[in-house]
C-alpha cells in the first residue's frame, strides 16, 4: 500500500494534485457533457416546456441525491484516511460498509423521489404546461436511481484510494451512452421528455456496473465481496459522523434551491428555460473546481493519516492557486459570450435574454468559488465536515432566503433573483477564509 500512496503523499505536491485532478476533470466534463445534452436535446428537439421541465425538475434531484452525496464523500474520507495510515482491515470494513448503506438508501430515495415528486413541483409553482414533462423525468428518474447511488459510492471509494482513472472511463463510457440514446429515443423514435429520462437511467446502469465489477475484481486491498457487505455499527456511525454534515448542506441547500426555483417560477416558462440552460452552462466554468475539491480532500484525507501536516497546508495553497487561475479564465467567457453560449439551446429570444443576464451575474463572483470548494474540501478531509455545513447552510440558505423574502417583493426584478447567488458566494468565501487563517483545524499530532 505505501507504494500506490506515493502519488499523493510524497513527491511534487502540484504534480501530485494535477495528476490526481485532470482524470477526475475529465470525468466531471462528461457528466456535465451528458446532463447538458439532456438540455440540449428537449430544447433543439421537443420544445421550450420540455426543457424547462429539466429545469424545473434539477433541484428537486439534487435535493436526495446531493443528501447521498454528502454522506459519500463522509465514506470518502474514513476510506481515504485508513488507506494513508495503511490500517487494511479498518478500510475493507468502512468500504462494505458504505456499499450497505447504499443499498439502503437506494430504496428509500426511490420511494421518495416517486411519491413526492408531483406534490412538490405543485407546491413550488411548476407551471402547468411544464408540470406532466417535469413528472414524468422525475418519476423515471427516481426509477432507477439506484444506479446513480452505486456509481457515485463505487467512484467514491476509488477516488479515496487515489485512483481517479477508472472512474473517468466509466463516466465517459456512460455519457456516450447517453448521448447516442438522447439522440435514438428523441429524435428518432419521438419519445420526448421520457427519452430523455430513460437513457439516462440506461446510461447510469451503465457506469454502476463497471465500477462494481472493478471492485469486485480488483486484486488490491479494497475488492469488495459481496458476503462482506453489511452494517458494521461502530463503522456506520464513524461514517455518518463524517458525512452528515456535508449530506446535512448538501440536501438543505439543495431544499432552499427548490424555494428559489419557485420564486423563478413566478416568472413564467422563459425564465425556468433560462435558469436552466445557465446552470447547465455554469455546471462547466465548476468543473475545476469540483475537480479539484474532490482531490484535497483525498490529498489532505491520505496526508493526515501519514501524519504529514506541513504537506497538506501546502496543498490547500497549491490547489487554490491552480483552480483560481482557471475560473478566471471562465469567469471573462461567461461574461463576454454569455448569450452566444445560451442561444446553443435554444432561439427562443426571451430564454436566451434571461440566460445571458443570469450568467453575466454569476461572472462577477467566480472568483469566491475556488477559496469556497478548496476549503471546503481540506475542511472535509481533515474530518472537520461541519465547519463548511455551518458557513454555506448560513449563506446559501439563510442568508438567501432572507435577501430573496426582502428584495423581489420590493423589486419584482428577475434579475434580482438571480443575484441572490454571487452575493451569497462571497460571504461564505469571506467567512471561510477568515476560519482557515484564525483557526488552527489540523490535528495536534507529531508530523511523521
Known amino acids: 500500500m505505501q507504494k500506490k500512496n506515493g502519488d499523493m503523499i510524497y513527491g511534487n505536491i502540484f504534480q501530485s494534485i494535477i495528476w490526481f485532478t485532470v482524470p477526475l476533470l475529465i470525468g466531471n466534463f462528461f457528466q456535465q457533457l451528458y446532463n447538458t ?44 484516511q485508513y488507506y494513508g495510515a495503511m490500517k487494511k482491515q479498518e478500510m475493507s470494513m468502512a468500504i462494505h460498509c458504505s456499499l450497505a448503506l447504499t443499498g439502503l438508501l437506494a430504496v428509500v430515495f426511490t420511494a421518495a423521489g416517486i411519491l413526492f415528486t408531483r406534490p412538490l413541483l405543485r407546491a413550488i409553482g411548476v407551471p402547468e404546461e411544464v408540470l406532466p414533462h417535469s413528472t414524468l423525468y422525475l418519476t423515471i428518474y427516481f426509477g432507477g436511481i439506484i444506479f446513480s447511488l452505486y456509481y457515485n459510492m463505487g467512484a467514491g471509494i476509488l477516488r479515496a484510494v487515489g485512483d481517479s482513472r477508472n472512474p473517468l472511463i466509466y463516466l465517459a463510457t456512460a455519457s456516450l451512452v447517453n448521448i447516442a440514446l438522447d439522440f435514438l429515443f428523441v429524435c428518432a423514435f419521438g419519445m420526448g421528455i421520457a427519452g430523455v429520462g430513460i437513457a439516462t437511467v440506461i446510461a447510469q446502469a451503465v457506469s454502476s456496473a463497471m465500477v462494481l465489477y472493478k471492485l469486485m475484481h480488483t486484486e488490491e486491498d479494497y475488492r469488495v465481496e459481496l458476503k462482506k457487505i453489511r452494517f458494521h455499527k461502530t463503522m ?36 425556468i428555460a433560462g435558469y436552466s440552460t445557465t446552470l447547465r452552462i455554469d455546471g462547466f466554468m465548476q468543473l475545476t473546481l469540483q475537480s479539484f475539491n474532490m482531490t484535497i480532500s483525498t490529498f489532505v484525507g491520505q496526508n493526515i493519516g501519514a501524519k504529514k501536516f506541513k504537506r497538506v497546508k501546502k496543498g490547500v495553497y497549491a490547489t487554490w492557486l491552480m483552480s483560481s487561475s482557471i475560473i478566471l479564465v471562465g469567469a471573462v467567457i461567461a461574461n463576454r459570450f454569455g448569450s452566444s453560449l445560451i442561444s446553443i439551446f435554444t432561439d427562443d429570444e426571451a430564454v436566451i435574454a434571461n440566460g445571458t443576464t443570469m450568467l453575466r451575474l454569476f461572472s462577477y463572483a467566480y472568483m469566491a468559488q475556488p477559496v469556497i470548494q478548496t476549503l471546503n474540501g481540506a475542511l472535509r478531509g481533515a474530518g472537520r465536515s461541519r465547519v463548511p455545513m455551518y458557513f454555506m447552510l448560513g449563506s446559501f440558505v439563510v442568508l438567501r432566503q432572507i435577501y430573496l423574502m426582502i428584495a423581489v417583493p420590493l423589486t419584482g426584478s428577475l434579475a434580482i433573483v438571480f443575484a441572490g447567488w454571487p452575493i451569497t458566494w462571497v460571504v461564505c468565501a469571506i467567512g471561510m477564509l477568515i476560519y482557515y487563517v484564525k483557526v488552527d483545524w489540523l490535528p495536534k499530532e507529531q508530523e511523521a
Not at 420540455?50 to 464523500?73: P, Q
Open 236 to 271: 456506520i456511525k464513524k461514517i455518518v459522523s463524517f458525512g452528515f454534515p456535508t449530506a446535512l448542506q448538501q440536501s438543505i441547500t439543495s431544499f432552499s434551491n427548490v424555494i428559489v426555483q419557485s420564486y423563478i417560477n413566478f416568472f413564467g416558462t422563459a425564465a
Open 37 to 80: 445534452v439532456d438540455s440540449y436535446v428537449v430544447g433543439n428537439y421537443v420544445n421550450t416546456s420540455a426543457l424547462a421541465a429539466v429545469g424545473a425538475s434539477t433541484s428537486v434531484i439534487n435535493m436526495l441525491v446531493g443528501f447521498f452525496m454528502g454522506l459519500s464523500a463522509g465514506a470518502g474520507v474514513v476510506i481515504s
